[in-house]
């Protein structure tokens, strides 16, 4: 089945231990990318990658890391989360990132709630 | 001036009515539209995507184009209360950009 995953789903942790969700698509997409999304303010793009190696900032990229060692995976990486990175985060996939059609269609994964104390 | 602008609502239509659903967005050079429904603490799963002037049916759904305006929307006919959902407006310019959502009821 072609999916996007992610783990954990849920996470409850404190100020600054260091955490990693992770991503994962099966689909062979090249582009991937991180949003959250927080009550009023819809989706923000965190970061985005065009390919293995090549990543962007997006819109709120404060905060977060990423690498796109593999085709396949594209974890996010909060050195040390802050109460302000409490959201619920969505990776997403698509074939291309530049592509016009049916190739330029996003596929989100579950969610991760994270909640930082 | 946001990518993407939507009313957030919450828009309430009766069972049967149809919904209407609008977008603009600022960039001329978009080139690809789409709506994404969002059920509560779910992901956004795609219902309608569109890339030329005019209209796109699928079912219940029409999505409407008009570059010229920058103005995108969705229509629901015979709206259910299964359709009761956020909807979000998604262009793609350089990167893709997403409104804020319009909250969908729709009363039994």
């Known amino acids: 089945e072609a999916q996007v995953t992610q783990n954990p789903r849920y996470l409850i942790t404190v100020t600054g231990k260091k955490l990693t969700v992770t991503c994962s698509q099966n689909m062979n997409h090249e582009y991937m990318s991180w949003y959250r999304q927080d009550p009023g303010l819809g989706l923000r793009q965190i970061y985005y990658s065009m390919n293995v190696e090549v990543t962007d900032k997006g819109d709120v990229p404060e905060g977060y890391k990423v690498s796109r060692k593999e085709k396949r995976n594209f974890p996010l990486i909060l050195e040390s989360p802050s109460p302000n990175q409490t959201s619920l985060y969505f990776c997403?996939?698509?074939?291309?990132?530049?592509?016009?059609?049916?190739?330029?269609?996003?596929?989100f994964g579950p969610g991760t709630r994270l909640t930082v104390l | 001036q946001k990518e993407v602008e939507q009313n957030s609502g919450p828009l309430s239509v009766p069972e049967g009515a149809i919904a209407s659903l609008n977008c603009t967005y600022s960039?001329?050079?978009?080139?690809?539209f789409f709506w994404y429904r969002q059920y509560s603490g779910k992901s956004p799963e795609l219902i309608m995507s569109i890339y030329s002037n005019g209209d796109k049916e699928d079912g219940r759904f029409t999505a409407q184009l008009n570059k010229a305006s920058q103005y995108v929307s969705l229509l629901i006919r015979d709206s259910q209360p299964s359709d009761s959902a956020t909807y979000l407006c998604a262009v793609r310019t350089n990167n893709l950009f997403f409104g804020t959502g319009t909250r969908l009821t729709v009363i039994p």
């Open positions: 997403a996939s698509s074939t291309s990132g530049t592509a016009v059609g049916k190739e330029d269609t996003q596929y």
């Open positions: 960039d001329r050079v978009s080139q690809s």
